[in-house]
C-alpha cells in the first residue's frame, strides 16, 4: 500500500473505523514508513487539542424554554383545529336550517368547545409532567420557598397554599401553560399520587367546583379570590374533590384578608 | 400533534437540545442565529416527528438542524463561498492574518477556534461532529447525506488543513 492511497485510511485507522482487514493493512504500512507514522502522530494529537478546546456546548436556559413554549403552542394550534371543526358544522347546521335556536345551539356549542379545550390542555399538562423530567422547576414541600420561586416569573403572585396537615404535602412548582397564558403549576402529593394544581387570575370571583373526567384523570376546577384553579389527579374524585374545597377555601380567605 | 406525541416528543427529541444548538453555534459562528436556528429546526422537526419511526433521535435531529443551518447560510449569504463547494478547489488553507502574532499570544484554544471559523464549513462540520459531538462515521454520513467513504476523506483533509493552520511551535508543545 503507497502513503498516497493510504492518506484517508490512516484517520479511518485512528478514530477506529476502519474493519480489522483494512486496520491491519495500515498497521504494515506504518511499521515500514516513518513519514506516515509521524502523520498519525500529527493528526492524533490534532485530534486531542480539539477535543480539549471545543468543548460540546450547553443550550442556554432561555433557549430552552423558548422552545417548550413553541412545542406547547403547537399543541394547542392542533387541539383548536379538532375543537372548531364541530362548531362550525354546528354553526353551518344552524344557518341552513334557519330554526330559532340555532344561534344558541352554535353558541353553546362554542363555549362548551372554549371549555373542553382548557380540559384537553389541563390534561395534557398533566401527562406532560409525568413523563418527562419536568415535574417541578422548583422542588420544595416549604411554601415558603415555593411562593417567592414565582417572583417576577409571572405578571402575578399565585398562593401557595400549605395542605401538609390535610395529607396533602406540597412537592414543589413550575412554570407552564394553558390556553394563551403562562400560569402557575404547584404540585402536590397524596400517598403515591401526584396532584397538579394550575391557577391563574380570573374575574370570576366565584365559581363552585365543577368536575370532569378525562382518559382516566379527574378534574376538578373553580374559582375563588381572583384565581381559578383546576386540579387534575388520577387520585380518586372524592380525595381529589376535597382537595379542591380546600384550595376554594384557602383563596377565598386570601383575599378576606387585607 | 396531539398531547401524547408532544409527551414522546419531549421525551425523546428534547434532551438532543444541547447537540442541536452545539452544531448550530459551531456552523453559523453567533450565538443568537444559533438560537433562533434551534427553534426553527424544533419546529420543522415537530412537523416531521410523524415521519421519524424510531431509529437514531439525535442523527434524526441534527440532519434537521444542519438543513436549517444551510438554509440560513444561504438566505444571509454571509458564507456563500461555502455553498459553492468545491473539494479539490477548496484544498488551500487560509492562513490567520499574521500567524506569529498568534504564536506569541500562545493560546493553541484561540488559534484552534479561529482555524476550526476559517474552515469552509462542509469541513467544519464533520470536524465538529466527529470531535466535539463525538457521532460515529455512519451517523455523520447520515446527518450530512454524504457516503461514510468521503466522511474519512474530508474529515483527514479538515485535519490536515487544522494542523497546518497552527502555529507549529506552540501546538507542539501542547
Redesign the interface.
Known sequence: MSCETL??????YL?R?LDERAAGEVEAHLRQCVSCSARLE??R????????????????D???S???T???A??RR??RRQTWLPTWAATAAALVLGLAGGWQLATWRVSRGDRSDVV?EV??GH??SL??T?LTDVASSEHHTVKPWFAGKLDFSPPVPDFTTEGFPLIGGRLDYLGERQVAALVYGRRQHVINLFVWPSRDSKALPAAASRRGYHVVHGAAGGMTYWAISDLNETELSQFAQLVAADLGHGTAQP | MDPSALARFEETVLPHLDAAYTLARYLLRNDHDAEDVVQDAYLRAVRHFGGHRGGNTRAWLLTIVRHTCYSWLRRHKADARAIEFDETLHSEIQVGDDPEAEMVRGALGEALNQAIDGLPVEFREVVILRDVQGLSYAEIAEVVGIPVGTVMSRLSRARQRLQRALPVEDYRRN
Open positions: 492518506s484517508d485510511k490512516l484517520t479511518g478514530d473505523e500529527g493528526e494529537r490534532l485530534r486531542a487539542a480539539v477535543q480539549a478546546h471545543l468543548p460540546p456546548l450547553r443550550a442556554p432561555r433557549l430552552r423558548s422552545v417548550r413553541l412545542l406547547r403547537q399543541v392542533a387541539q384537553a390534561v395534557a401527562v406532560r413523563q418527562g419536568h
